[in-house]
């Protein structure tokens, strides 16, 4: 069965520091995989996403994930955190064909202090 | 920019009542979903909707739950008798293009209406 694993729940940053939130996924055929944020009171946002073809992707907001099959991870980063990325940062994966239905991980919320 | 609405952001209900979530999708998608987030927990498939039928559904989505595209703009979830463990925040998404692209498009949310049960 597909499913996305993140493993801190919690992260706190300074201001500028680099950052890098984990996701694991089980998935038996090639994955799709997206990472969406959430500020208070909003919906989810794409940040990114990863079909085929080169395993860095980059995002919006100055975000990228590398897909690594082999550890079956697609991190999220940024090299330098800005106090507006405090949110809740969720990983996704969805199946290959059919309806894109998306399986998440329970999420990291991201904390940046001044 | 386009975006995904959903009415009302806050439901509260009694327990055993009927309760009706409105979603107005992104006006040219062809692909419509729900999604719940139980307070703490993940977010969770409900249902995927294309063509005026559903394509997908999860096995939370049981009898008590429906999904209606009444007119061509508008695309609601009904809870007919609801139970304290549907106290969520609901989402509703939608994707646009083709069955053939529909693993690859972006699925684009509403900011969701929480939803309690009393």
């Known amino acids: 069965a597909q499913s996305v694993t993140q493993p801190d729940i919690h992260i706190t940053v300074s201001e500028g520091a680099s950052l890098e939130l984990r996701c694991n996924y089980s998935y038996g055929a090639t994955p799709y995989l997206f990472w969406y944020v959430q500020s208070p009171g909003q919906g989810l946002q794409l940040l990114l996403k990863y079909f085929s073809g080169d395993t860095l992707v980059q995002g919006i907001k100055g975000f990228e994930a590398e897909f690594k099959r082999s550890q079956s991870s697609f991190n999220l980063r940024k090299p330098s955190v800005h106090w507006s990325d405090a949110a809740e940062y969720f990983c996704?994966?969805?199946?290959?064909?059919?309806?894109?239905?998306?399986?998440f991980g329970a999420g990291t919320r991201l904390a940046v202090h001044p | 920019e386009p975006e995904v609405t959903q009415t009302p952001s806050h439901q509260v209900t009694q327990m055993g009542q009927e309760v009706i979530l409105r979603c107005v999708p992104i006006?040219?998608?062809?692909?419509f979903y729900w999604y719940r987030q139980i307070l703490g927990q993940k977010v969770e498939f409900l249902v995927s909707?294309?063509?005026?039928?559903?394509?997908?559904k999860s096995e939370i989505f049981d009898d008590q739950f429906s999904v209606e595209r009444p007119d061509g703009s508008n695309f609601t979830l009904k809870i007919r008798s609801t139970k304290l463990e549907d106290s969520a925040m609901y989402f509703c998404a939608s994707s646009g293009g083709s069955r053939e692209s529909a693993s690859t498009d972006t699925q684009y949310f509403g900011p969701g209406t929480r939803l309690t049960v009393l």
């Open positions: 909707f294309y063509n005026n039928e559903i394509s997908e």
């Open positions: 006006s040219n998608h062809l692909y």
């Open positions: 996704a994966v969805g199946a290959a064909g059919g309806y894109n239905k998306l399986i």
